[in-house]
C-alpha cells in the first residue's frame, strides 16, 4: 500500500491527512499491487466513523454528502492484473471542527482471507490567518532551510490568507535569530478573504544550528477609518512596508 504504509507488519496502514481548514480538502493515494500470477478484482468500501463532517451519508457511515472522507472508487469493482499497482485517491474535506476517522475496507473477490483495512485520520480546524503553499516539510507551519554554508542566501515563501470578515494587520519579527532570518514584507494588512505572500531568507555570517526555532507573528484585528465612521475595505488601497511612495520634483 503506498502512502498508506504499514509501519508495523501487525499495525493497519495509515493515511494521516493532518489538520485541514474547515471548507478546504487534501487528497492522499492508496496504492494496491498485485504479487499474484491470477487477476484480482478489488473493491474498495469508504467508512466514515464520525466527527468533521455536517451529518447525512449513506447507511453505516459509508461515503456520502456532508461527510468528511470520499473517494471516486467507493464500492466499484476494480480489476487488478498481475504485477500491476492501481492507485485510489481519498479526499478529507472537514465541513466541521474536531477529530475525523474512517476506514477504506479492501475486500477481494472471491478470497474471504484478503481483505485489508486503511485506517484514515485528520482533524478539521479554523483559523482567522492561516498560512499556505509552504514548502514541504514533516511539520506544519514549518520552514526547513537545510544545510547553508556561511554567508550563503537562502530564500523560502508562503501564503498568508486572511479567512474572516475583518482586515488583519500582521508584524514578523523584524529580525529573528541573531539576525539570520529576515521577512518581506514584515509588517502589512491582509482584507476579508485575501492574501498575502511573504518571503523568508536566511543568512548566517558565522556558523549558527536552528531547531524548532520559533518566529512569532503578531496578528491584530482593525477597522479601516474609525469605529465610528468606518470605511469599506475595498475603499482602501493593500498596503504593507514593501509599498514605497515616490515623489517627483520638477524644476521650473
Keep these: 500500500v503506498g502512502e498508506a504504509a504499514a509501519a508495523a507488519a501487525a499495525a493497519s ?3 494521516q491527512f493532518r489538520r485541514v481548514l474547515t471548507g478546504r480538502h487534501r487528497t492522499m493515494e492508496i ?3 498485485n504479487e499474484g500470477i491470477i487477476p484480482a478484482t478489488v ?5 466514515c466513523q464520525g466527527g468533521g463532517g455536517s451529518g447525512g451519508g449513506g447507511k453505516d457511515g459509508r461515503a456520502g454528502a456532508g461527510l468528511p472522507f470520499s473517494c471516486p472508487s467507493n464500492g466499484l469493482p476494480v480489476v487488478v492484473h498481475p504485477r500491476a499497482t492501481n492507485t485510489f485517491r481519498v479526499t478529507f474535506h472537514p465541513a466541521a471542527l474536531g477529530a475525523c476517522a474512517g476506514e477504506v ?3 477481494v473477490e472471491d478470497n474471504d482471507f484478503e481483505e485489508q483495512l486503511v485506517q484514515l485520520v485528520g482533524e478539521g480546524y479554523a483559523d482567522d490567518v492561516t498560512l499556505d503553499n509552504m514548502p514541504p516539510s514533516d511539520a506544519d507551519n514549518a520552514l526547513n532551510f537545510g544545510d547553508c554554508s556561511v554567508g550563503e542566501r537562502r530564500t523560502l515563501s508562503f501564503t498568508m490568507s486572511n479567512n474572516s470578515r475583518q482586515p488583519v494587520r500582521f508584524a514578523w519579527p523584524k529580525a529573528g535569530g541573531s539576525d539570520c532570518f529576515t521577512f518581506a514584507p514584515t509588517v502589512g494588512h491582509i482584507k476579508p478573504g485575501q492574501t498575502k505572500d511573504v518571503t523568508v531568507t536566511f543568512a548566517a555570517n558565522a556558523p549558527h544550528s536552528f531547531a524548532a526555532h520559533k518566529l512569532p507573528c503578531k496578528l491584530s484585528k482593525i477597522v479601516y477609518g474609525s469605529s465610528a465612521a468606518p470605511l469599506k475595505p475595498g475603499a482602501v ?11 517627483w520634483a520638477i524644476g521650473g
Design 13 to 15: 496502514p495509515t493515511l
Design 105 to 107: 475496507r479492501v475486500h
Design 43 to 47: 473493491t474498495l468500501e469508504l467508512v
Design 237 to 247: 488601497p493593500d498596503w504593507d512596508d514593501s509599498v514605497k511612495s515616490v515623489r
Design 31 to 33: 496504492s494496491l499491487r
